[in-house]
Nanobody, 127 residues
Framework: QVQLVESGGGLVQAGGSLRLSCVAS????????MGWFRQSPGKEREFVAA????????TTADSVKGRFTISRDNTKSTVYLQMTNLEALDTAVYFC????????????????????WGQGTQVTVST
């Protein structure tokens, strides 16, 4: 069965950096679009960034654009989220998600697009 496991979360001061990793198993890395979402207690799941199967098409939420970078290494079945200049509002549980593309073209920013989800990793930004 497909499994996604996130890691790299932790406590960091505002302005600091973290890199999250998501290792996928049970699927062909090149066959899935990948995304990062985040969620705080009592709030809806929020889109962060997405990357296409080839890694050439990237979508980033306005709230993190210029600060967060998504990337992938299909040889390692891993997708990354490099986070810089972290702010208190970035505090959340970050989830990795995988999407098997199917026509018509899907919206990578919608959680409904994704087929598999990891358990999440906590990111806490102190001020």
């Amino acid at each position: 069965q497909v499994q996604l496991v996130e890691s790299g979360g932790g406590l960091v001061q505002a302005g600091g950096s973290l890199r999250l990793s998501c290792v996928a198993s049970g699927l062909a890395s090149s066959a899935y679009n990948m995304g990062w979402f985040r969620q705080s207690p009592g709030k809806e799941r929020e889109f962060v960034a997405a990357i296409s199967t080839s890694g050439l098409k990237i979508t980033t939420a306005d709230s993190v654009k210029g600060r967060f970078t998504i990337s992938r290494d299909n040889t390692k079945s891993t997708v990354y989220l490099q986070m810089t200049n972290l702010e208190a509002l970035d505090t959340a549980v970050y989830f990795c998600a995988a999407d098997l593309p199917r026509p018509p073209s899907e919206n990578p920013q919608s959680a409904e697009t994704y087929d598999y989800w990891g358990q999440g990793t906590q990111v806490t930004v102190s001020t």
